[in-house]
T-cell receptor, first 116, second 114 residues
Framework: AQTVTQSQPEMSVQEAETVTLSCTYDTSENNYYLFWYKQPPSRQMILVIRQEAYKQQNATENRFSVNFQKAAKSFSLKISDSQLGDTAMYFC?????????????FGQGTRLTINP | EAGVTQFPSHSVIEKGQTVTLRCDPI?????LYWYRRVMGKEIKFLLHFVKESKQDESGMPNNRFLAERTGGTYSTLKVQPAELEDSGVYFC????????????FGPGTRLTVL
């Protein structure tokens, strides 16, 4: 069974700083997807960024980028120039690439606070 | 376009009572998923519908949980009878066919069992 581990329950940085959230996973599959989801306080969870395991290039979405290390099974999220609106719970998630297995496996989450 | 909606947003019931949670997916999304987060733990998959059929119900914890999706539109998740350990946040997500890697989540229903 796949597992996802986020070792940082909470993090706090100053506005405009860069922050990196850690995520490791365990799987024997070769074809899979990795995701970072964000859940702001009292709001619904939204997808921040996704990575296909077969792609070597790290995914980037504006100020959000990942460092995908497939051999090490590591998938960290870097937020550059952090903003107050980045304050949220961040969940790392895994999905098997087999179309018949569509469930997301989540980590425990990291509560990120951006301070003014 | 309306997102995934869930009702109620919060439910407080006593142990032994029945509660029904509802999820309305994004229009046209045939895939519908239920997840839950028990306090302090990770979000866990419960089950997956494709239209009205249960594709994967491997995450359902026990037979006190019953999910339905009659007509392939909205879905309900009934807990009967509720136990203390059922407290948590229940999330619904949906995605179009062939796009399971892009799941859109609802705001969740916070269930408190006293």
């Amino acid at each position: 069974a796949q597992t996802v581990t986020q070792s940082q329950p909470e993090m706090s940085v100053q506005e405009a700083e860069t922050v990196t959230l850690s995520c490791t996973y365990d799987t024997s599959e070769n074809n899979y997807y990795l995701f970072w989801y964000k859940q702001p306080p009292s709001r619904q969870m939204i997808l921040v960024i996704r990575q296909e395991a077969y792609k070597q290039q790290n995914a980037t979405e504006n100020r959000f980028s990942v460092n995908f290390q497939k051999a090490a099974k590591s998938f960290s999220l870097k937020i550059s120039d952090s903003q107050l609106g980045d304050t949220a719970m961040y969940f790392c998630a895994f999905m098997n690439g087999d179309q018949g297995a569509q469930k997301l496996v989540f980590g425990q989450g990291t509560r990120l606070t951006i301070n003014p | 376009e309306a997102g995934v909606t869930q009702f109620p947003s919060h439910s407080v019931i006593e142990k032994g009572q029945t509660v029904t949670l509802r999820c309305d997916p994004i229009s046209g999304h045939d895939n519908l998923y239920w997840y839950r987060r028990v306090m302090g733990k990770e979000i866990k998959f419960l089950l997956h519908f494709v239209k009205e059929s249960k594709q994967d119900e491997s995450g359902m914890p026990n037979n006190r949980f019953l999910a339905e999706r009659t007509g392939g539109t909205y879905s309900t998740l009934k807990v009967q009878p509720a136990e203390l350990e059922d407290s948590g946040v229940y999330f619904c997500a949906s995605s179009p066919i062939g796009e399971a890697d892009t799941q859109y989540f609802g705001p969740g229903t916070r269930l408190t069992v006293l």
